[in-house]
């Protein structure tokens, strides 16, 4: 029977961009000599969980338990997000639901990043997430009282064109 050639990414052990290696071991060999698993390129320290080109191997929806969405309030792109603290000045802490929860190493670091306002698309930015995963686990922590959402200012709120243009006109004339 044929052996067919395997291509190798560039990097990996046993071959490089477009090059063929036409034996099997010869990346598994390369792998076992350097500690990395064979068949994981660019994988650090041979650590299979992560891969330098395409990031961690753990997908946005297993974060979420497979939801796609927050059913309850929308997370506006500048809402601002605060952490509220555990406790209070009386000693009461947050209304948490009975039911039980294990919050991911996510929900840790969203709480880290608000200890300061940041609005939802920062947060997605410093975490390199996707935006709707992040909506989701906003809406996690913000069912158990342990964040704030500050909403932005609904457009009627905001001066007229008319208005505005009266204050760059007398902006001018000074």
Known sequence: MPEWPHRHPAGAEGGSAGGAATGSATGAAAGAATGSPAGVPGAPGGSAWFDDAAGPVVRPYALTGGRTRYEGVEFDLVALIEAVDAPDAAGASPAI????????PEHDMILELCRTPLSV?????DLELPLGVVRVLLGDLLDRSLIQVRRPAPVAQFPSERVLKEVIDGIRAL
């Open 121 to 125: 698309v920062e947060i997605a930015s």
């Open 97 to 104: 639901p009975a039911s039980p929860w294990s919050p991911e």
